[in-house]
């Protein structure tokens, strides 16, 4: 019988010696991640598939967690913040009567109960959870503490208290519901911890909780429609051996963000990091951060103040 063929992420790692050449590489790949995969080895499977000189993620999925891993190279790490800072969707299963030292599967059991909540009692929290309202992160995040990562203490067995901290909750629906678990979609700002949801949900019900299974399906401009997977990431290195084409522009992930257009001669002050004053009867006269553009070309992100654009960050796609 023949072997199967490896995973789509080893064979991505088991690459032939000698490596090509690191190049310039500048845009992002919205990447699927799959359970199992950790944020940084993520990142660095799609660096060496595109043989990228510089990468980094927007925002960190946990092992067990599936879904959006935006990954930033070249030029698009400058505008990694944006994305962050945009809002974020996931979907979530919780299931009662179990809570755990991670609020997740992976943690020892803390406390149990034989209460399941009826689909009623469920909705009638759900209010209480949206909007901004105090969340006190799980021990096992990676907030830090006097410098160390909070789940670096709770892993040594060190006590760990956070303290509770605002958070925005845009909505809440369960989507479904069969006693022993129900999952929910949530739309939330930056620093949500969605364990930390099912951990307040089943404390409030008098149930306990713990989240089961975790999907980001939006990360700021990002949706599944922009998600790439390994597989298909292989499969184009195999089919033509050019993965360039699975790219997202850089400037998509400055799509939340006003966008401003500028002759080219002052795109050309602005590259090199002069400010120069918009004309025009619609032209702004103030805002805090702006994309700019000249002949469809990003050129930088600006702060705008009494009519005058100052570039923040300058981008060099050429």
């Not at 429609?225 to 699975?246: K, W, Y």
């Not at 700019?292 to 981008?315: C, D, K, N, T, Y």
């Amino acid at each position: 019988m023949s072997a199967l063929p490896p995973e789509p992420a080893a064979q991505i790692a088991a690459d032939a010696a000698p490596r090509p050449k690191k190049r310039d590489v500048h845009g992002w790949l919205v990447l699927d991640k799959p359970v199992g995969e950790t944020s940084t080895h993520a990142v660095a499977l799609v660096k060496r598939a595109f043989h990228a000189k510089k990468a980094g993620h927007a925002g960190t999925l946990d092992p067990l967690a599936s879904g959006l891993l935006p990954i930033a190279m070249g030029e698009a790490t400058k505008t990694v913040p944006f994305v962050m800072d945009g809002r974020k969707a996931y979907r979530f299963t919780v299931t009662w009567g179990v809570e755990t030292a991670t609020d997740d599967a992976e943690g020892a059991v803390t406390a149990t109960s034989a209460l399941r909540p009826d689909r009623a009692a469920i909705e009638a929290i759900l209010p209480g959870f949206t909007g901004t309202v105090m969340q006190v992160p799980p021990k096992f995040s990676a907030i830090k503490i006097d410098g160390e990562r909070a789940y670096d203490l709770a892993r040594d067995g060190e006590e760990v208290t956070l303290q509770a901290r605002p958070v925005e909750i845009d909505a809440l629906r369960l989507t479904a519901h069969d006693g022993d678990s129900s999952t929910f979609e949530a739309e939330c700002g930056k620093g949500t911890y969605v364990r930390a949801l099912a951990r307040d949900f089943g404390r409030m019900l008098g149930c306990y909780g713990h989240v089961t299974a975790l999907r980001r399906t939006r990360v700021g401009p990002f949706t599944e429609a922009d998600a790439t997977t390994l597989e298909d990431l292989d499969q184009a290195r195999r089919s033509g051996g050019e993965v360039l084409p699975l790219l997202t522009p850089v400037a998509q992930a400055l799509g939340e963000l006003p966008a401003v257009q500028v002759s080219r001669s002052d795109a050309g002050r602005l590259a090199r990091g002069q400010s120069c004053l918009l004309r025009g009867a619609d032209a702004p006269i103030e805002a805090p951060a702006v994309a700019v553009f000249s002949q469809g070309a990003l050129v930088a992100v600006g702060e705008i103040v009494h009519g005058e654009l100052h570039p923040r960050r300058v981008f060099h796609l050429a």
